[in-house]
């Protein structure tokens, strides 16, 4: 059994289609198909926003899966859409602010899809669906950060089945006590899954290139042994040489892969590859400019740079 891993897409469909046929895949209709028994995409979640083609990324993505051609794992920019076009159950809010930042953020699926449409309405049903993981027996793939007591934590009320499935239709749950970091609670544990475990920046804050400020950076959790800042924590920059305080090291410790299952995620737009015998991240920025990445696994005990594919735009 082969499994082509696909990191975080974010409407390129022309990047998408093309590593799709990389990998060897035909289209067929308005899907891909491969001729090669035996074989499955796993797309890592982060359809959507920030490229021009939400909708087809969303047609190739979902219609793989419904042939039971791939699996499709929900990322936090499907989560936050979800979120948007949520009411508050109060009436007049959603479950994510229509602020002029999260309006921005959502811009180019926005564009692409009519308010109110039953296409949106079936599109934000289908990213319910998606599930927040997947393993088989010797890999898995998570879009962030697979944190067992986080997993545990919505396992154990009943939030979301052993396949992954989010099971409540309550997902104001998802958005409540976001700011509560000691406790685990629905949202921070759905958070530290799709977004990875947070990290106040201190002095360290930055603008982002939309010009928000950023107070938070995302723990690279797998980083046993970091030397600077920039190892310790993913910033939307380059890394930075700064040192790193015994208390944040202590922190990001605690969040590190403790299992020997091979492990495949997305979401942190890497400036480099991040491979390791047990590991790799497969995204590199094709969100901002750069280039797709593709992880074709057939098995190996050790992870190689030499089953990396990748498309650049
Ligand atoms: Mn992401």
């Given at each position: 059994m082969r499994y082509d891993f696909i990191g975080d897409i974010h409407g390129y469909a022309g990047l998408l289609e093309q590593i799709l046929f990389k990998l060897g895949y035909q289209p067929e209709g308005e899907s891909y198909v491969v001729h090669e028994e035996d074989c499955k995409v796993v797309f890592l979640g982060d359809y959507i926003d920030r490229g021009p083609q939400n909708r087809r990324v969303i047609e190739i993505v979902r219609s793989m899966t419904e042939k039971g051609r791939a699996i499709a794992l929900m990322g936090n920019h499907e989560f936050n859409a979800i979120c948007y076009h949520t009411p508050a159950s109060s009436g007049n809010d959603y479950l994510r602010q229509h602020s002029s930042k999260n309006t921005k953020q959502h811009q180019a699926f926005l564009s692409e899809y009519q308010i109110d449409s039953e296409e949106l309405v079936d599109t934000i049903s289908w990213f319910r669906s998606l599930p927040i993981w997947w393993e088989d027996p010797d890999v898995r793939a998570i879009h962030a950060c697979w944190y067992e007591p986080a997993r545990e934590f919505l396992l154990e009320n009943g939030l979301a089945g052993q396949q992954g499935q989010?099971?409540?239709?309550?997902?104001?749950i998802f958005v409540?006590?976001?700011?509560?970091?000691?406790q685990m609670n629905p949202s921070r544990a759905l958070e530290i899954l799709i977004k990875g475990p947070k990290m106040f920046l201190g002095k360290e804050a930055y603008f982002d290139n939309q010009g928000f400020k950023r107070k938070h950076g995302r723990f690279k959790w797998w980083n046993a042994s970091p030397k600077k800042f920039g190892d310790l924590v993913a910033l939307g920059r380059e890394g930075s040489d700064s040192p790193f305080s015994q208390m944040q090291l202590h922190e990001q410790q605690q969040y590190l892969y403790p299992s020997d299952k091979k492990i495949f995620f997305g979401h942190y737009a890497q400036f480099e590859t991040v491979l390791q015998t047990r590991l790799c991240c497969l995204d590199l920025r094709a969100g901002h400019g750069g280039p797709l990445f593709a992880y074709s696994w057939s098995g190996e005990s050790s992870l190689t740079e030499a089953n990396l594919v990748s498309v650049f735009p």
């Open positions: 989010i099971i409540t239709e309550n997902w104001e409540q006590n976001q700011n509560s970091d000691d």
